[in-house]
Every structure is written in C-alpha cells, then in structure tokens.
C-alpha cells in the first residue's frame, strides 16, 4: 500500500509564496511520474505541473514563471514552490502520483487559500 502525505498549504496574502510538499511511502515504490493538481470550488480538477524521474517538467500556462515544481527522488518527495501567488490560484492542492507497481495515486488534498 501506498501512502502520500501533503502539507504546506494555508492562508496567504496576494503577491506571497507557499511551498507545497508531498512525500510517498510505501513498499517498492518506483515512481516515474508526480505532479501537481488543484480543483477551486465549482470547477474541475486541472493539471498545475508535473515532473519526471528524469526531471522533465511541465506547466500550467496560468503557473509559468511563478511556480516550480522539483523532486527529491531518494525521499520520493515533490515539492511545489508557488510565488506571487494570486486570488485565483486558490484552491485546493492535489498531488499525485504515477507508480510502476501502483499505479496513479492521488494525494487527500491540501488548501490553499489567497486573499488580503
């Protein structure tokens, strides 16, 4: 069984930054792909970023130039370090993750929230 644990979400003022954090346990685990997800209320779940176990990344265009999204593989971590965060990316933060034994997997969620 496999097991994600979120953390680093909260309340922040317009123009601020949060660092997001998702770390995977489990037996065997042989992660190739992690991300990052987000639903605001009455909208869909949509992609934020993802990356590799070769370190490619992808983005959101709305995240370009102010989120980054980096890996620590030893610790099957992903983090997601958002800058001039803006009204609208609150949400909550989903992440997941794509295991060669496990399959996808996603994360319970962690709140972010901007406002002034």
């Known amino acids: 069984q496999v097991q994600l644990v979120e953390s680093g979400g909260g309340l922040v003022q317009p123009g601020g930054s949060l660092r997001l954090s998702c770390a995977a346990s489990?037996?065997?685990?042989?992660?190739?792909?992690m991300g990052w997800y987000r639903q605001a209320p009455g909208k869909r779940r949509e992609l934020v970023a993802t990356?590799?176990?070769?370190?490619?990344?992808n983005y959101a265009d709305f995240v370009k130039g102010r989120f980054a999204i980096s890996r620590d593989s030893a610790k099957n971590t992903v983090y997601l370090q958002m800058n001039s965060l803006k009204l609208e990316d609150t949400a909550v933060y989903y992440c997941?993750?794509?295991?060669?034994?496990?399959?996808?997997?996603w994360g319970q969620g962690t709140q972010v929230t901007v406002s002034s």
């Open positions: 997941k993750i794509q295991d060669v034994g496990y399959g996808v997997v």
């Open positions: 990356i590799t176990s070769g370190s490619s990344r």
């Open positions: 489990g037996s065997r685990l042989s992660v190739y792909l």
